[in-house]
């Protein structure tokens, strides 16, 4: 359909890491309350994501692989009128399928029996009924094993890890109610508890050395002695890090907007400039907010791979992140 050709195509599948993306947006889509990643050699021989959420039956399993079906859409007006689901496109697990070898194991909730489905390149190579816990668990296995162009230009297998562990990140970070837990090579990276706590997710991503101290956010001109001003945001919250924290080799900020990963320059600027010349040298701040504005005001889909957000007032996002950052660290006396 026409729906599905407005908006960027062929562009889902670049390197392991925008694989785990479009399986762990679909957990989180299917209503999980657990979302396990395991990758291998940085997710190029293989990847793993395995879900407690609602599960497929065998036709819906069938229907999924196919080439632009979601069960999440249905036309132009839906996707002009803000998806709350995290896909959309209805074409990422056609396409990883395409480029790798692909096994779905899938029970729907309180159904029976689970059904197991093989894709090679493309090709539907086999469906059997199989028992499995209810859920989802989705294995990617060589992936562009057969588009060597692409499989050349997959970088060392750390670097591909980098990726796939900021992303991961994020998505724990962003849903602190999902346990959500990283595995590399056989080793747990991480893992959060989905008791529904910003801090306690910090705790489990990033350690001690970053959660101790953080600085909570919460802005929106409501409180007194608030000064958040007006401008396009009706409110930030979320955490950031301790002036003193040291944190890796960079500044970490992990935005959302109304709840949904993004990636912005503008938002990570802003943060670091609220801490002014307070950061001792080779210290970074660290953050993870949430913006919350008018939809209509802030566009996520600039580049669906890329997560660019872009808004209509950047200047005044900035101004106010900036406030909201600043005022936190000053009622902690810092
Ligand atoms: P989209 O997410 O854009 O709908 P996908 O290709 O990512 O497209 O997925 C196709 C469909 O497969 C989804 O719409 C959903 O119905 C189903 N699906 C994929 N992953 C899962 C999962 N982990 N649990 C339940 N259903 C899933
Ligand atoms: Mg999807």
Do not use: W
């Amino acid at each position: 359909g026409k729906t599905v050709e407005r908006i960027a195509a062929g562009e889902v599948v670049e390197r392991p890491a925008s694989v785990v993306k479009e399986l762990v947006e679909n957990s989180l889509d299917a209503d999980a309350t657990r979302v396990s990643v395991a990758v291998e050699s940085g997710g190029k021989d293989g990847i793993r994501v395995e879900d407690d959420g609602i599960g497929m039956s065998e036709a819906e399993v069938r229907k999924a692989v196919e080439e632009h079906t979601t069960s999440k859409i249905r036309d132009i007006e839906d996707l002009e009128a803000g998806v709350t689901t995290l896909g959309f496109r209805g074409e990422a697990l056609h396409a990883i399928g395409a480029v790798s070898r692909l096994t779905v194991e899938t029970r729907p909730r309180g159904g029976d029996r689970g059904t197991r489905l093989r894709v090679e390149g493309g090709e539907v190579t086999s469906v059997e009924p199989t028992g499995c816990p209810e859920g989802t668990t989705i294995e990617v296995e060589d992936l562009f094993y057969n588009v060597p162009a692409r499989r050349k230009y997959l970088k060392q297998d750390g670097t591909e890890f980098a990726h796939v562990n900021d992303l991961v990140t994020s998505y724990a970070l962003a849903n602190p109610d999902v346990a959500v837990a990283l595995e590399h090579d056989g080793r747990e990276t991480f893992a959060t508890t989905g008791d529904g706590n910003l801090q306690s997710a910090v705790l489990s991503v990033y350690g001690r050395d970053v959660a101790k101290g953080m600085v909570s956010v919460d802005a929106d001109g409501a409180g007194d002695g608030d000064d958040f001003p007006e401008g396009p945001l009706d409110g930030v919250s979320g955490l950031v890090s301790h002036p003193e924290t040291n944190r890796a080799s960079r500044e970490y900020v992990t935005t959302y907007v109304n709840g949904r990963y993004v990636r912005s320059a503008t938002v990570r600027d802003a943060v670091v400039e609220a801490y002014g010349n307070q950061l001792a040298p080779d210290r970074y701040p660290f953050a993870v907010l949430d913006l919350s504005l008018p939809a209509d005001t802030v566009d996520v889909n600039v580049h669906p791979r890329k997560m660019e957000v872009r808004f209509a007032d950047a200047e005044g996002v900035a101004e106010q992140v900036r406030t909201a950052v600043e005022d936190a660290l000053l009622r902690e006396g810092l």
